[in-house]
């Protein structure tokens, strides 16, 4: 099955991404798996040039140091295959204005903003060319992104059914546990790279100390009683979650175990740390190597655009042009 799926390098990766994309990769990966760091995704928001290269690069890092294999995973950064952006703009006329104007994402990115930048508006259409252009047939996400790739599927529902079969209509697939986590000091909205407040999103490389003070912090309540339960105490649902994710047992055996927060915050920061520890062990020593980073992702570059020219040629002469 071909599986595709991309993050931004946009900050620091946070435990979100990591549990609700990132280990799902490595843990689902083959030799038909592309995954892609979408630098031209990050331009939607201000960001300088060095710290785009900057991030690109410890992003792409990152990837490996999860686990994914480039011996069996293509790997590579978007800007690399020119395809992508060719494809999203055929797309973006196919994709209505109205459609777009209605990802929440969208409307709450731009909110924050004085101004936003037409890129913010039509970012949609370039993660569905994105998709599309490896007929993609399964998308691992998190659950932020289910309205992405419905939008995904319906422009390539709507091209094939205007143009003539074109394009895979690709699934989302989505973890079992901890597909949205939450953050840590506002337990009601989505850990964020680029929203959330220094203690309310846990970076995955964040120090030993720095991962200890931000669960020990995180945002509970004042009843006291261990209980998994999202309506009544978001933020220790959002804590049973993670530990669930990490330990392997469902959040109520966790929460069954527990009489105390302080008791079950201390052994999470134990977990998270354990785990962690070798992720950035390796990034480290992938970014002490930058020529061999660069040349891994050149192979994973000229692997993606064999596929993406293929299925850039076909779209481009069903609409008629080069
Ligand atoms: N809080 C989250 N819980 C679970 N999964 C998450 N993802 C993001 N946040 C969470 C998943 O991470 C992958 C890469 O995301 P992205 O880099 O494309 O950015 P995003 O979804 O817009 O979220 P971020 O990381 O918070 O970035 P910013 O703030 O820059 O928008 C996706 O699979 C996503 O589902």
Same mark, same amino acid.
């Given at each position: 099955?071909?599986?595709?799926?991309?993050?931004?390098?946009?900050?620091?990766?946070?435990?979100?991404?990591?549990?609700?994309?990132?280990?799902?990769?490595?843990?689902?990966?083959?030799?038909?798996? $592309?995954?892609?760091?979408?630098?031209?995704?990050? !331009?939607?928001?201000?960001?300088?040039?060095?710290?785009?290269?900057?991030?690109?690069?410890?992003?792409?890092?990152? !990837?490996?140091?999860?686990?994914?294999?480039?011996?069996?995973?293509?790997?590579?950064?978007?800007?690399?295959?020119?395809?992508?952006?060719?494809?999203?703009?055929?797309?973006?006329?196919?994709?209505?204005?109205?459609?777009?104007?209605?990802?929440?994402?969208?409307?709450?990115?731009?909110?924050?903003?004085?101004?936003?930048?037409?890129?913010?508006?039509? $970012?949609?259409?370039?993660?569905?060319?994105?998709?599309?252009?490896?007929?993609?047939?399964?998308?691992?996400?998190?659950?932020?992104?289910?309205?992405? !790739?419905?939008?995904?599927?319906?422009?390539?529902?709507?091209?094939?059914?205007? $143009?003539?079969?074109?394009?895979?209509?690709?699934?989302?697939?989505?973890?079992?546990?901890?597909?949205?986590?939450?953050? !840590?000091?506002?337990?009601?909205?989505?850990?964020?790279?680029?929203?959330?407040?220094?203690?309310?999103?846990?970076?995955?490389?964040?120090?030993?100390?720095?991962?200890?003070?931000?669960?020990?912090?995180?945002?509970?309540?004042?009843?006291?009683?261990v209980r998994?339960?999202?309506?009544?105490?978001?933020?220790?649902?959002?804590?049973?979650?993670?530990?669930?994710?990490?330990?392997?047992?469902?959040?109520?055996?966790?929460?069954?175990?527990?009489?105390?927060?302080?008791?079950?915050?201390k052994d999470?920061?134990?977990?998270?740390?354990?785990?962690?520890?070798?992720?950035?062990?390796?990034?480290?020593?992938?970014?002490?190597?930058?020529?061999?980073?660069?040349?891994?992702?050149?192979?994973?570059?000229?692997?993606?655009?064999?596929?993406?020219?293929?299925?850039?040629?076909?779209?481009?002469?069903?609409v008629g042009?080069?």
């Open positions: 099955m071909r599986v595709l799926s991309g993050i931004q390098p946009s900050g620091a990766v946070h435990l979100g991404n990591y549990l609700g994309a990132l280990r799902q990769w490595a843990q689902q990966q083959s030799n038909n798996s $592309y995954y892609c760091v979408v630098d031209l995704h990050a !331009l939607t928001l201000p960001i300088s040039p060095a710290d785009l290269q900057r991030h690109t690069l410890e992003l792409s890092a990152t !990837l490996f140091a999860v686990g994914l294999d480039p011996n069996v995973a293509t790997v590579f950064v978007q800007s690399q295959v020119p395809h992508h952006t060719r494809l999203s703009w055929i797309l973006e006329c196919v994709a209505s204005y109205g459609e777009l104007s209605r990802m929440t994402q969208f409307k709450e990115k731009a909110d924050r903003q004085d101004g936003f930048s037409a890129g913010l508006f039509t $970012y949609p259409v370039l993660m569905a060319a994105d998709i599309l252009l490896y007929d993609a047939q399964r998308v691992p996400v998190g659950d932020d992104q289910r309205q992405h !790739l419905e939008l995904a599927r319906n422009l390539a529902e709507r091209f094939n059914n205007r $143009y003539g079969e074109t394009f895979v209509v690709p699934e989302g697939f989505f973890p079992p546990v901890a597909a949205r986590v939450m953050d !840590l000091q506002e337990p009601t909205r989505k850990m964020s790279k680029s929203v959330s407040s220094p203690l309310g999103a846990m970076g995955i490389f964040d120090s030993e100390a720095d991962i200890r003070k931000k669960i020990m912090k995180a945002m509970t309540d004042t009843d006291g009683e998994f339960d999202w309506d009544a105490k978001p933020g220790l649902a959002n804590l049973l979650e993670i530990f669930s994710a990490f330990s392997g047992e469902t959040p109520d055996t966790v929460a069954s175990r527990y009489e105390r927060y302080g008791d079950l915050k999470l920061a134990d977990l998270v740390v354990a785990h962690l520890a070798p992720i950035t062990q390796r990034r480290d020593d992938l970014l002490a190597d930058k020529g061999e980073l660069n040349r891994l992702l050149s192979i994973g570059a000229a692997r993606a655009e064999v596929i993406a020219e293929a299925t850039y040629r076909r779209a481009a002469s069903a042009v080069n």
